[in-house]
């Protein structure tokens, strides 16, 4: 494992003693302690409560409104729905609906709110007396469920994506029992480090706009994340970071922080020189780009949409062989790079360059393999690259210039 970043490392053991409180067995001293301290409350409750909607209590230790905080900070890590997880005990319900009865649903088994759920949906209340028995005269405490989740829950119902799946967390809360194997501290690291909050992404919104299409959390993660397993070459993934964070200096941009500094396109001079502009829409690169995507069809077989979503943010169709992808990736990157490398340069790129570029990282990743005596990871891609350049022998090159 690299070296852990000390602030999160720092945070995680402090949410480690909070989530303590999930557990039914083994419960270390202090979770009884700080349960004493608040009373009435308890802290396995507590924590499911947004802080809008979670009692306060002035007997609070320190050390546990600090772990609410930080927990508060990272919830979505954690829960699989928002704004109410379904891990959260029934007995929960009882700080924010006054006068809501608990005990005859908790008795029953009904511990949980996702007991009382099917498939993303609060279950009837007969549905629910055939599950548990549950008396009749908790009709009442059903209504007032249903209109605190119709009110806190269903408006902005927001499910992560692919968040049908509790967490471990959120099983852990349910269950009480984590498996034998689980390590909270190491698990609670991961949970804060790996995942970051989509809302932080204003690139993703950028995009979205831009291209107006919607990029969902699930997309943008693929976005960033999936070009890694299949290119090692690291200007490329410099590249593939850089546009779609939207590192580059365009000329609105530019014209924002100078305002001398002309707002318009360098290449056409015609229009505004934004992100979308300078990467895709100038018309001087409608011929380029129109010839990467004859050289993708050319090389792999494939035919992808000529559209700024596939060939800037490398969102091309997931269930494609990954010989295939790996080459795409590289030639889009490479693309990318040779209209970066060129920058405020008026002529149009050139798809030469591009065929010249990925013919290095052919040979490179050979020579790699073969220094480690490692048979290639899907070398199937440059087989695909390199019968194409024999058989045209450069065909491209020669018709462009
Ligand atoms: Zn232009």
Redesign the pocket.
Known sequence: MAFPHVKTYHQAAILTSLLAHLTIKGQPQWVRMENQAIALLRVSNLMWLRKTIRPTTTTMPSQLSLALNIWDQYRSHFESQCPLSLATPTEALTYCIPTFHATPWKERGATHLAHLYKEGKLLPFLDLRRLYNIPPTSHYSHIQLQSFLHKHNREQAQKRDGGEELTTWEKIGITGIPSPKFKPLSECYKSIHSYQPFHSSTQAQHWSTDLNVNITEHKWKHIATSVRKLVKSAPLLEQHQKTIYRWYMVPTRLHRLYPHSPPT?W??A??L?SVL?IWWR???LERYWKEVRQLITQTTKTDIALEPSTFLLLDIPPDLPATIKKLIYHILLTAQRVIARSWKSTRPPSVSHIIQDVDKQLIYETQYSAAHTRPQRWGGAWELWSSWTQKTTGHLVQQHH
Do not use: E, V
């Open positions: 396109c290449r056409c015609g229009d020189g502009h100038c018309p001087k």
